[in-house]
């Protein structure tokens, strides 16, 4: 245990040097965008007034209004990225990196096992830390936007309910409801462990575990998709409820994750090139 401790503290210390400094960027730019916003609101507040037209067909400001600009959504999307960016990295860089650091990964008189799981951990502690970061802006920007906008073109939203009506990133990504917490990232993680178990195919048998393994990692979002549309559109000789549809995804799911395990682990403990 005190190895795997050990193991996990190197991995994470290696992805908070891109996590951690994407944050803040997101950060910088969120509250520019909240602060920016707000005063654009009531500058046009203040010449509308000047010009004696009416304000009431003016909308009310929300933080809806904030989460729903481009570039807020843009520095979301910059973390997301990261994530991306690193799912790939954290293992090629064992390869390429510098003394070609897997010589001495694997060597090491540890369970290999260990390499996949500390990776895999490494991605849920940095998500959860991502997820409570994005709540813990929302509560930030909500008494910034309610101090600055006149309080008479201001509604007030719940933490909740904050997310632009049809902003899909935002409300993907940070759920407010516990099932669809579980059902995104369970999608999330049975994506990085099917490209895991792809990285690994590819490492173990050269080019052609590169087609191999392109092929498993492309196949999980492919089934994904045709399991959506078979259930949603009712493809199937009995009628499912939606509550039904997504328990039979959230399922499937479970089981590329399992799959990705085990496949990433046995090819780590006895397949792996170095």
Avoid: C
Wanted: glycine share 6%; no cysteine.
């Amino acid at each position: 245990m005190r190895k795997f401790a050990s193991l996990l503290n190197f991995e994470l210390s290696r992805f908070l040097k891109f996590l951690v400094p994407t944050l803040l960027i997101t950060a910088v730019v969120q509250l520019y965008v909240t602060v920016s916003l707000s005063l654009e609101h009531n500058d046009m507040l203040e010449r509308l007034a000047a010009s004696g037209e009416s304000l009431e067909r003016v909308p009310p400001f929300t933080m809806e209004t904030v989460t729903g600009s481009g570039l807020y959504e843009l520095s979301i999307m910059l973390v997301v990225l990261v994530f991306m960016f690193y799912s790939f990295f954290t293992w090629y860089r064992e390869w390429f990196g510098k003394n070609t650091f897997i010589y001495r990964l694997l060597m090491l008189p540890t369970n290999r096992s260990y390499l996949l799981m500390t990776k895999v951990l490494v991605f849920i502690i940095g998500g959860l830390l991502a997820f409570v970061f994005q709540f813990g802006m929302y509560a930030i920007q909500l008494p910034i936007t309610e101090w600055l906008v006149n309080p008479n073109h201001y509604t007030r939203l719940h933490i909740h309910n904050v997310q632009p009506m049809f902003g899909a990133i935002q409300n993907i990504l940070f759920p407010t409801t516990l099932f669809e917490f579980v059902s995104s990232y369970s999608f999330a993680l049975a994506a990085l462990l099917s490209l895991f178990a792809g990285i690994l195919i590819e490492r173990s048998f050269g080019m052609k575990g590169l087609f191999i393994g392109a092929g498993y990692f492309i196949g999980y979002f492919v089934l994904y998709v045709f399991l959506e549309v078979f259930l949603f559109n009712q493809l199937v000789t009995f009628p499912l409820r939606p509550s039904q549809i997504k328990i039979t995804v959230l399922i499937y799911q479970v089981v590329m994750i399992v799959l990705g395990s085990i496949i990433s682990s046995l090819l780590l403990k006895s397949k792996v090139k170095v």
